[in-house]
């Protein structure tokens, strides 16, 4: 079965930093792996997302996340962080072939990013 | 603009009543899908439908409901039975497409705030 782990369950930095947030997964078939992003009270906004292809993927915001097929991981980064990038982030993964339930997303729990000025 | 809506965006309910959450969207999306946010939990899968008229239990059903009566519509009835309501409710659609697709990337609604009083 997949699984999605999100190694940090809060993350503090000052503005201006650099970030990133971890994400590993474990699953027997090849997938499909997803950023999003949650502001409080609202819904969750994709931020990147990788199908195939180049292993370094950029995505909105100045976000970039790095697929490491070896290590299982898809971490997250930014080079420099703003007071508005506090929020919490969301890595998931699905299975590349769909069929059944196999292509829902499973989610891990979540890093709640604290930009601090 | 298309998208997703649901209502209402704060919802109050005493104990032993039942609760309908209402998602629409306009995306022509087959695939739409329900999870319940609690607080360092992630996003859990309650309900899942691909196609109309039809929909499948997810991860954390009981005391749950759901219909699909129309492409853009996917309710879901919280009922007496789910011991727990209180939470952060949120509504995703998605395209469904053949087997090794980009297909699983999900939008999400803005979330309803169920409490129970």
């Known amino acids: 079965a997949q699984s999605v782990t999100q190694l940090d369950s809060q993350v503090p930095v000052f503005e201006e930093a650099p970030v990133e947030l971890r994400c590993n997964y474990s699953?027997?078939?090849?997938?499909?792996l997803f950023w999003y992003v949650q502001y409080p009270n609202q819904g969750l906004q994709l931020l990147l997302k990788?199908?195939?292809?180049?292993?370094l993927v950029k995505g909105i915001n100045g976000f970039e996340a790095e697929f490491n097929k070896s290590q299982t991981s898809f971490h997250l980064r930014k080079p420099s962080v703003h007071i508005s990038d506090t929020a919490e982030y969301f890595c998931?993964?699905?299975?590349?072939?769909?069929?059944?339930?196999?292509?829902?997303?499973?989610f891990g729990k979540g890093t709640k990013l604290s930009v601090k000025p | 603009d298309g998208g997703i809506t649901q209502s209402p965006k704060y919802l109050f309910r005493k104990e032993g009543q039942n609760v309908t959450l209402s998602c629409e969207q306009n995306?022509?999306?087959?695939?739409m899908y329900w999870y319940r946010q609690d607080p360092g939990q992630g996003l859990r899968l309650i309900y899942y439908?691909?196609?109309?008229?039809?929909?499948q239990k997810g991860d954390i059903a009981e005391g749950y409901s759901v219909s699909r009566e129309k492409k853009e519509s996917f309710p879901l009835t919280v009922t007496s039975a789910q011991k727990n309501p209180t939470a952060f409710y949120l509504c995703?659609?998605?395209?469904?497409?053949?087997?090794?697709?980009?297909?699983?990337?999900?939008?999400f609604g803005p979330g309803t705030r169920l409490t129970v009083l």
């Open positions: 995703a659609s998605s395209i469904v497409g053949l087997a090794g697709g980009p297909y699983n990337e999900q939008f």
């Open positions: 699953s027997s078939v090849s997938v499909y």
């Open positions: 990788y199908l195939s292809g180049s292993t």
């Open positions: 998931a993964v699905s299975d590349r072939y769909y069929g059944g339930s196999q292509g829902n997303l499973i």
């Open positions: 995306l022509n999306h087959d695939a």
């Open positions: 439908s691909q196609i109309v008229n039809d929909f």
